[in-house]
């Protein structure tokens, strides 16, 4: 048996919503940008389609998000399910590790650390009530492939029990929308992928979204946090408050994502979303529509509108 450890120490980021019992924070004139546009509404639609296709494929899964690339679903989420029996269930594992092979002794137990913060130690794992699913955007898979690869060890040498833990474990990758004929090359098919096949069938599944949205958030979006690679992990500054030229952006379009997860009519539609998928008549992903309506209808939701004109341009842009 393990006890609990302290977190180790990671990027600060500023709460945005009271989702886990907590506060929001004041950002006063830190997240105040006269010249900053809000984000188009394509982005804003597709980043709903695809939150709610993750919502119904993660069936019922704590959702944990690797990396930055999806700050924006997070606070979508948090700003959706503010309020509601979801509090604690959406994780965020901040780490860049597309590739350990520099890794020293220290940085491995280093990321062990981190993995054990949000429940991947592999004795919580193989007790855990519900399933975890890793979410991160995806090209060709290597963050996910070295994360697997550091948990797979680990639990080898924990002697924890995969056939337990591999039905307790979910990967979802939102990956770029391309051809759906069968010739498209999909990163499952890499053969330094082949984990994947270690896992059930369905706890291995993709979510496409626009490649102009994809490239945006992967690629080309203001993030609150900078990258946390290996060689930060025990930088004492890195865990600062970030000062960074593109701080009050990224703010805004948080602050923007989380209030726009708040307004009831873009909750109503992850609900229409998620009925279009297969596995939504599961219990699981209805007792999210719940939670998505209960606080869509709340005397807290119900009047809430995001300063930024969410709503009009939301109904607008779904016409």
């Known amino acids: 048996m393990t006890t609990a450890a302290a977190p180790p120490p990671q990027p600060y980021r500023w709460s945005l919503s009271s989702f886990g019992g907590g506060r929001p924070d004041q950002l006063g004139a830190l997240a ?15 980043l709903t389609a695809v939150t709610a296709k993750v919502l119904a494929r993660a069936d019922g899964a704590d959702l944990c998000f690797l990396g930055r690339s999806l700050d924006s679903m997070y606070d979508l989420l948090t700003g959706a399910l503010e309020h509601s029996p979801w509090d604690g269930r959406l994780l965020r594992l901040p780490v860049s590790c597309m590739a350990d092979t520099d890794w020293s002794p220290a940085a491995t137990r280093r990321f062990r650390e981190h993995l054990a913060s949000v429940g991947l130690e592999p004795y919580a794992l193989a007790r855990r009530k519900r399933p975890i699913a890793l979410v991160d955007v995806v090209a060709e898979g290597r963050s996910y492939g070295t994360l697997h690869r550091q948990l797979a060890d680990w639990i080898e040498e924990t002697r924890e029990p995969w056939a337990v833990i591999r039905r307790k474990l979910r990967y979802i990758a939102v990956t770029c929308r391309h051809s759906t004929s069968p010739n498209t090359w999909r990163w499952q098919q890499d053969p330094d992928n ?26 080309n979006q203001a993030k609150v946090n900078e990258s946390f690679p290996h060689w930060n992990w025990f ?3 890195s865990v600062l408050t970030p000062r960074h030229r593109r701080l009050a952006p990224a703010l805004a379009e948080a602050r923007y994502f989380t209030e726009a997860g ?3 009519h873009l909750r109503e539609e992850l609900i229409r979303l998620m009925a279009r998928e297969p596995g939504f008549a599961g ?3 209805r007792r999210i529509a719940l939670a998505l309506r209960t606080r869509a209808t709340s005397r807290t939701g119900s009047g809430t509108r995001p300063r930024t004109g969410t709503r009009a341009r939301y109904k607008t842009g779904n016409r």
């Open 32 to 46: 105040e940008r006269q010249d900053q546009s809000p984000p188009s509404g394509l982005v804003l639609r597709e």
């Open 194 to 219: 082949d984990w994947v096949r270690t896992l059930p069938a369905a706890h291995v599944t993709d979510v496409s979204l626009d490649g102009r949205v994809w490239s945006y958030l992967a690629d």
């Open 283 to 285: 219990r699981e992903q």
């Open 262 to 264: 708040r307004d009831s």
């Open 235 to 237: 930088d004492e500054e």
